[in-house]
């Protein structure tokens, strides 16, 4: 499925987020709603993974808080993917204009800009490979695909003190060419190649990822630390990287408050309590080592 540039687009027309959200249901693009004036999910609510068509659900929802934020989940449940140029800390505009002359970036179906001076590039997702959210922190810019989501318009959220809104600044009804997240990726952080490791089979047990990046977003204040140190551990747990899990948990707990070094020092101080570093034997942690542990190998020469 590939949300329609018009389907997207309405919600700027729209005279509030509950309207946008239904109208974008009768076009099939699942919603959910968010905290008035910010980007949390509602309390008790599983955020992207509670996201909908279903009318009566959505009206559930905006009968309970009438003045919610309307959220769209990003990757192939929606058929949807953005790019979020930041302007917090590194200005996402450099990168931007460095990647769009590189060719990573095509004409997008819709072009937002966002309260804080930030833009979202709509591209159409890919169905047939799963496309994960990353962020490249020292490029000031964000991929949202799979196990991620978008605050869309017209909802407002707070900056500065002040309510700004969403707004949808250009259409592309006819842009079909989805973005290479990949290769975006590359150009704007690169990484040194790694080992080959072993396959990850948390990525295959019924989105168990998503559902733990998405319990992370619904954190309240005092528990918002300690709630991200277990969700990191989990993954740990289940084999990913240190670097993947970053990715999968950094979206969803910057949405609840906490910033970038909290939660860079949150994980890896789960990685470290649940990886910890091998310890070498005790006969061989002095300065001498037993003769009998000396060990011959097969070409005659001894260790």
């Known amino acids: 499925m590939t949300a329609h540039p018009l389907a997207l687009a309405v919600a700027t027309l729209s005279p509030s987020p509950v309207v946008a959200a239904r109208q974008l249901a009768e076009a099939g693009v699942p919603v959910f709603a968010c905290v008035p004036g910010g980007k949390r999910p509602l309390p008790g609510s599983r955020g992207f993974l509670d996201a909908t068509t279903d009318r009566a ?44 002359a590189a060719g990573l970036l095509p004409r997008p179906l819709v072009v937002v800009r966002t309260p804080s001076g ?25 991929f949202r695909g799979d196990g991620g989501y978008i605050i869309a318009p017209p909802s407002r959220v707070r900056v500065d003190g002040v309510l700004r809104a969403y707004e949808v600044v250009e ?60 969700a990191a551990c989990r993954l740990a747990e289940q084999g990913l990287a240190p670097a993947d899990a970053l990715d999968v948990l950094r979206s969803p707990a910057e949405a609840v408050g906490l910033s970038e070094r909290e939660v860079v020092t949150t994980v890896r101080s789960a990685y470290r309590t649940t990886q910890p570093a091998p310890t070498r034997p005790a006969s061989m942690s002095g300065p001498f080592v037993r003769r009998d542990s000396i060990r011959a190998v097969p070409d005659g020469r001894r260790l």
Not at 185 to 194: A, G, S, T, V
């Open 118 to 142: 930030g833009m979202h590039l709509c591209y159409p997702a890919r169905q047939s490979v799963g496309q994960r959210s990353w962020q490249a922190a020292k490029a000031g810019i964000d």
């Open 171 to 230: 259409l592309h009804a006819d842009a079909t060419t989805p973005v290479d997240a990949a290769r975006l990726r590359d150009f704007l952080d690169p990484r040194p190649p790694e080992r080959t490791r072993a396959l990850r089979p948390v990525w295959s047990r019924g989105g168990g990822v998503e559902r733990i990046a998405s319990w992370v977003g619904t954190l309240m204040e005092g528990e918002r630390n300690r709630g991200l140190f277990w």
């Open 57 to 100: 659900q959505i009206g559930a929802w905006w009968r309970r808080v009438p003045d919610a934020n309307l959220a769209i989940p990003t990757g192939r449940v929606s058929g949807v993917v953005v790019v979020d140029v930041d302007v917090h800390g590194a200005n996402g505009f450099d990168a931007f204009h460095a990647a769009r």
